[in-house]
């Protein structure tokens, strides 16, 4: 039974469990990025659970409502993004203050809107936008999503991830001007 009072670092702690036992897996893996990697986070497999979803929401709602600059907005690339926009912006509104979300094609849409973006007509241009992602490697991804968000006319203002794999993707985030914040890192993953 989820309770409305846990603290951050208590539903931090039972989110990482809840990865650990349900997303962690150590074999032979090719990533998105084309490098191989003898572990791989399958975050959808906590992010689409009740618990998991819930879990994740909470916490990057926190992290955007008590530090840091206010964000009007989330958005991500589907597919990984896609729970975690919608447990976020379903929390918001449930405290108060609504967030809508954008997803991200990978591909514009091939007929219809043609659209790159869905959701951009809740959510005028200016806006200020944090980016969501569930893993980030070499940020490749994030750095893909943000532009397509500025192109757009958004202010990428936050970018915020559930498990950071410490390869490289903070530093290169930080290169093009993007602080990444993580809820969980792959050390305190694999310590568990
Ligand atoms: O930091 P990077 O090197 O870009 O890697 C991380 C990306 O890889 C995964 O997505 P994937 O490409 O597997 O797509 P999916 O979410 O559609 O499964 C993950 O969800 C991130 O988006
Ligand atoms: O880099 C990736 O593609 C990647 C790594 C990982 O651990 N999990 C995932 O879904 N993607």
């Known amino acids: 039974m989820i309770k409305e009072d846990l603290s951050f670092d208590e539903k931090r702690k039972r989110l990482m469990e809840i990865l650990k036992e349900r997303s962690y897996r150590e074999g032979d893996f090719t990533l998105t990025s084309g490098k191989k990697s003898p572990y791989y986070i399958d975050c959808k497999t906590t992010t689409l659970l009740p618990e998991g979803a819930?879990?994740?929401?909470?916490?990057?709602?926190?992290?955007?409502?008590?530090?840091?600059?206010?964000?009007?907005?989330?958005?991500?690339?589907?597919?990984?993004?896609?729970?975690?926009?919608t447990s976020v912006s379903v929390l918001s509104f449930l405290k108060g203050f609504p967030l809508?979300?954008?997803?991200?094609?990978?591909?514009?849409?091939?007929?219809?809107?043609?659209?790159?973006?869905?959701?951009?007509?809740?959510?005028?241009?200016?806006?200020?936008?944090?980016?969501?992602?569930?893993?980030?490697?070499?940020?490749g991804t994030l750095l893909t999503s943000a532009k397509r968000l500025q192109d757009a006319g958004y202010l990428v203002t936050r970018v915020l991830c559930l498990v950071d794999r410490e390869e490289g993707g903070k530093e290169a985030l930080e290169a093009s001007g993007f602080h990444l914040e993580s809820i969980i890192t792959r050390k305190e993953l694999s310590e568990l």
Do not use: C
């Open 54 to 85: 819930y879990l994740t929401g909470m916490l990057f709602l926190e992290m955007l409502m008590n530090k840091g600059q206010k964000v009007e907005a989330v958005g991500g690339m589907t597919l990984g993004a896609d729970p975690l926009v």
């Open 100 to 139: 809508p979300a954008l997803i991200i094609r990978k591909k514009p849409k091939g007929h219809g809107t043609s659209a790159w973006i869905e959701g951009t007509d809740n959510v005028p241009p200016g806006s200020k936008v944090a980016l969501l992602e569930d893993v980030v490697t070499t940020g």
